[in-house]
């Protein structure tokens, strides 16, 4: 609004230059104040649209996750929704069909279910699952006997990823998967970790029963992902300890566990089936439950190479002993060996047992050194255990 001074308006003192001046200044300023009210007014109509789009987010119905079972010949899919059932659906037209893989996450309309959008892969759930150790601690010198055993998991599993050129010049393929088999506690698992601390290859350690638990309904994907990680991260060894829990033998009951267990482990078969043992990858695996496993893995070109892990002779438990008690303060004249003798059929990890049990009981009659009369009241203990631990699973006992 322009108020002009009425005096000055109507006096005629005032010099008509001065007026003009007056007026340039005038208009400027006005045109200055409507550049500003121009730019304030772009940048609400911004934030208005950006609020606009924030309420229609807000105001979408939430999408159901999924993932992708199998491609249907007539271009539909079947998933399985997170919320369980399996369905057969459509997808949103923007979706490239062929690169769909079955595993892959999806996001998935509320009421049709068709597929609107993929998902990305979550690697680290993966990551986390299979427990990546750059080096696990875990030495050739923590093993206590089962000499035989080690020898032969070296030239399986370090020589080709150390010195391949070795296969090459002799023209033979390495085998290609390595299965430790052996009753709880003999060392299996520490035997996988020792080698991958002898080479310097990254060790990828994945828990069958957490994959088929934990992971429900993508077993399959963290199994694919498994192997590329391998390769990214290569030279790798893969350990995939408690096969039993994905490999056991299929049968034909229908619950969806068991089906998810058999994609997981079709899934398996098919990484083992698709790659070549001098890629600078190894694969382990290790069992307790030999007996239960499909006759599929140990086929030629899968784990076709078996290594039995026994319990201890008693000059192995002697070696598993002195590891264990190593750094502990034992009286002078404790005689391990005569302690051996009181420790047949115990595995590896009671005899390790044995030996915390031991020192616990010199640190509850607060002594500094540990006596033959701790590990007898140890032994005792543990013969107990494992007398209720034989009764409650008679299998137990058809280990050899
Ligand atoms: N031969 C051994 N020498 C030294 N320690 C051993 C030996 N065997 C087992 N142990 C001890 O017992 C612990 C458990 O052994 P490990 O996990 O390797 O057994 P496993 O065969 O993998 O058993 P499971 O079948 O239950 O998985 C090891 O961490 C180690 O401390
Ligand atoms: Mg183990």
Known sequence: MVTVDDDAAVSPAVDTQDWHRWLMEETERFESEKRQFESELSRLKRENAHLKGELARLRAP????????????????????????????????????????????????????????????????????????????????????????????????????????????????????????????????????????????????????????????????????????????????IFIDELDAVGAKRMDVGTTGDREVQRTLMQLLGELDGFTPRGDIAIMAASNRPDILDEALLRPGRFDRVIRVPLPDSEARLKILKIHSHSMSLTRNLSLKKLVRKTEGMSGADLRALCVEAGMNAIQKERDKVRAVDFQRALKKMRNRLTEADQKEPEQALYS
Do not use: C, W
């Open 62 to 237: 939430p999408q159901v996750i999924g993932t992708v079972r199998d491609m249907l010949a007539d271009g539909r899919i079947s998933i399985k929704s997170s919320s369980g059932p399996d369905f057969v659906v459509h997808t949103s037209e923007n979706i490239d069909r062929e690169a769909l893989l079955a595993g892959d996450r999806v996001a998935l309309h509320r009421q049709t279910l068709a597929v609107l959008e993929v998902l990305p892969s979550v690697k680290d759930s993966l990551v986390m699952g299979a427990e990546v150790l750059e080096k696990p601690s875990e030495t050739y010198k923590d093993i206590g006997g089962l000499r035989k055993e080690l020898d032969e998991l070296r030239s399986t599993v370090e020589l080709p990823l150390l010195k391949p050129e070795l296969f090459d010049a002799v023209g033979v393929e390495p085998p290609k998967g390595i299965l430790l088999i052996g009753a709880p506690g003999t060392g299996k698992t520490l035997l996988a970790k020792a080698v991958a601390n002898a080479t310097d290859a990254s060790f990828i350690r994945l828990i069958g029963s957490e994959l088929v638990q934990k992971y429900i309904g993508e077993g399959a994907r963290l199994v694919r992902e498994l192997f590329q990680l391998a390769h990214e991260k290569s030279p790798s060894i």
